[in-house]
C-alpha cells in the first residue's frame, strides 16, 4: 500500500474506497435472507445496530445517500408543502430535482457560512399559515456538510435551528451522510448530533468504506413509511445482508476517521505552507479545499498526470478528500506533486 509511484493516489472522494480483506470475508459468509419479506438477519442487525447508536427507534437499509435523503423526504411530507433547505446542501444541489420530482414539494433555499443558517434565517422564511402560501412541513440540514469542506457542525450551531423549526411544528432531517466524521472532530457522541432531529440518515459506504449502502433511522412509524418509499423507489433489495455485513464492519470503521482527519490536516498545513490558499471550514474534517488563481480544471489534470486525482468545486478550487486508502506516505507524494506544480507555475495558488 505504500506509496508505489504507479498507483494513483485517489483523493477525490472518501466514495472511492475499496472494500478490505475482512469486509470481503464478512460479505462472503454473511447470514442472509429474503429482506423485501423483513427475513434477512444481517440486514436486520444492520439497521438496529444503527438505528441504536444514532439514537433512533429504527433503522431502514438502503442503497444510497440519495435514497436516503428522498425517502426521508417523502416520509415527512406531502404534495405542495415546503422543504427548507440550504443552498448548497447535498439533496438540492446534488440530487437533480428530486425532492420535486418524488415528493412534489417546493424547496425553500437558504444561505449561511458552513452549509446551515441560523434560526433566524428559517424564522424570516417560514410564511404564515394561509392558503395563499406552500404548507412549511421540513427543514432539512447537513453534518458534515459536503460542499462547505466538510464543515463538522456543533450542537450550539444545530440545535437553535432544530428548537425554531419544532417551535413551527416543522420536521427535522438531518443528512448525516458523514455524521461520524462529524462526531469524531468535535468529540461529540452521534447519538447528541443527531438528538434533536426527527430523523437521521447515514451513509455506510463514504469514509466507513463500505461498498454500498446507506441508514435511515428514525421513530417507528417514519421508518414503517420509509419502506413502503424504499419500494416505491426500486429499492426493495433480496439478499441484501452480503451489503449490510459491510455495512456493520463499516460502523466499526468509525473508529479510524480520525486518521483521515489528521492526514487531512498534515495536508493542508503542507499546502499552505508551499503557498496555496486554503478554503476551510470552522471546524475541519477529512477534506481539504484550495482555492487556485488558475483554472482549477487545469490543475487536476496536470496532477492526475503526476499520479495524484482529485476534483473541482466550481472553477477556481479544487477539492482532495482523504479515506482509508490513503497512507502518510501518499500525503508526502501528493504534496510533492503539489511542490513541482508550484515551481513549474509561479503562478500556481
Ligand atoms: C454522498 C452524499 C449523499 C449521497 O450519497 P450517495 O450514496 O452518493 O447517493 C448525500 N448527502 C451527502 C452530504 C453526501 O455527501
Not at 487536476?300 to 473541482?312: D, H, L, S, W
Request: charged residues 25%.
Amino acid at each position: 500500500m505504500t506509496g508505489s509511484p504507479d498507483r494513483l493516489i485517489d483523493l477525490r472522494s472518501d466514495t472511492v474506497t475499496r472494500p478490505t480483506k475482512a469486509m470481503r470475508e464478512a460479505m462472503a459468509t454473511a447470514d442472509v435472507g429474503d429482506d423485501v419479506y423483513g427475513e434477512d438477519p444481517t440486514v436486520n442487525r444492520l439497521e438496529s445496530d444503527a438505528a441504536a447508536l444514532l439514537g433512533k427507534e429504527a433503522g431502514l437499509f438502503v442503497p444510497s445517500g440519495t435514497m436516503a435523503n428522498q425517502v426521508a423526504i417523502l416520509s415527512h411530507t406531502e404534495r405542495g408543502d415546503e422543504l427548507f433547505i440550504h443552498r448548497d446542501s447535498h439533496a438540492y444541489y446534488y440530487e437533480g430535482a428530486a425532492p420535486s420530482l418524488w415528493a412534489g414539494v417546493v424547496t425553500t433555499l437558504l444561505d449561511g457560512p458552513d452549509g446551515v443558517f441560523s434560526a433566524e434565517d428559517l424564522s424570516r422564511a417560514v410564511r404564515p399559515d394561509n392558503i395563499h402560501h406552500p404548507t412549511p412541513r421540513l427543514v432539512m440540514l447537513e453534518n458534515t456538510h459536503n460542499r462547505s469542506g466538510g464543515a463538522a457542525l456543533a450542537p450550539e450551531r444545530l440545535d437553535p435551528v432544530m428548537d425554531l423549526a419544532h417551535q413551527l411544528n416543522l420536521f427535522v432531517h438531518i443528512d448525516g451522510a458523514r455524521l461520524f466524521n462529524a462526531a469524531v472532530a468535535l468529540d461529540c457522541p452521534v447519538k447528541r448530533l443527531a438528538q434533536k432531529a426527527d430523523s437521521v440518515s447515514i451513509c455506510l459506504s463514504k469514509g466507513l468504506g463500505a461498498p454500498v449502502g446507506s441508514v435511515v433511522a428514525g421513530p417507528r412509524p417514519f421508518i414503517e413509511r420509509s419502506r413502503r418509499y424504499r419500494k416505491w423507489l426500486g429499492g426493495g433489495m433480496r439478499q441484501a445482508g452480503i451489503l449490510a455485513a459491510a455495512g456493520l464492519i463499516a460502523l466499526d470503521n468509525r473508529r479510524r476517521l480520525g486518521d483521515d482527519h489528521t492526514r487531512a490536516k498534515r495536508l493542508l498545513e503542507g499546502l499552505l505552507a508551499l503557498g496555496y490558499q486554503a478554503w476551510a471550514p470552522s471546524v475541519a474534517t477529512n477534506m481539504v479545499m484550495i482555492d487556485t488563481n488558475r483554472a482549477a480544471e487545469g490543475l487536476v489534470q496536470e496532477a492526475r498526470k503526476a499520479g495524484v486525482a482529485f476534483g473541482t468545486v466550481g472553477t477556481h478550487r479544487i477539492r482532495l478528500v482523504t479515506h482509508q486508502d490513503v497512507d502518510d506516505s501518499d500525503i508526502d507524494r501528493t504534496l510533492a506533486v503539489f511542490r513541482g506544480i508550484k515551481r513549474s507555475l509561479s503562478d500556481a495558488g
